[in-house]
């Protein structure tokens, strides 16, 4: 009497998987590495598919890192995930992917130099949300992206490059 259905199984291998968009590196997320799953940049931690909605990723970027909360970040994101695409390459081998790191790591030097300078040029999301005028970018917001961008080269030069 309680047999189940064919066809009535409304389990998760019914559901729909949700799929990566580059839009999503907006919101501070990459592509997992296993495809399915959206990546926070900042604490790596790999939300459920049915979090790829941008809803639940900005919930997360408001709940978990409310000081980075803003599209402004996304231009460094998209130089880290640039970088993580490289690496991810079949054909990569050990040498490529201490090259691609280490390029990483000297471009991340150099946008803080110009960053310091107010020199906005290698941050379009940021230049176009200030309209075009550096000097409406608020110090605070500066300060933020150079330590965030300090942080990610200190932890890449410390995993990854010793």
Do not use: W
């Not at 968009?21 to 926070?40: H, Q, V």
């Not at 946008?111 to 949300?129: D, H, N």
């Not at 200030?130 to 150079?146: A, C, G």
């Amino acid at each position: 009497m309680s047999e189940k259905r064919k066809g009535d199984d409304s389990s998760s291998a019914n559901k729909k998987k949700m799929t990566y968009l580059e839009s999503y590196l907006n919101l501070g997320f990459m592509e997992g590495t296993d495809k399915t799953r959206p990546e926070c940049v900042i604490c790596r931690e790999k939300l459920a598919n049915d979090c790829m909605k941008p809803c639940k990723m900005k919930r997360h970027q408001q709940t978990m890192h409310p000081e980075t909360v803003g599209p402004y970040l996304a231009d460094i994101f998209s130089l880290y995930n640039e970088t993580n695409k490289r690496l991810q390459g079949v054909e990569s081998n050990i040498i490529q992917c201490k090259e691609a790191l280490d390029a990483f790591v000297r471009k991340l030097e150099y946008r803080v130099g110009k960053m310091e300078r107010g020199e906005l040029q290698q941050f379009p999301l940021l230049l176009k949300q200030s309209r075009n005028n550096p000097e409406t970018v608020p110090v605070s917001v500066r300060r933020e992206f150079i330590r965030h961008m300090n942080a990610l080269q200190k932890e890449m030069k410390s995993r990854l490059l010793t």
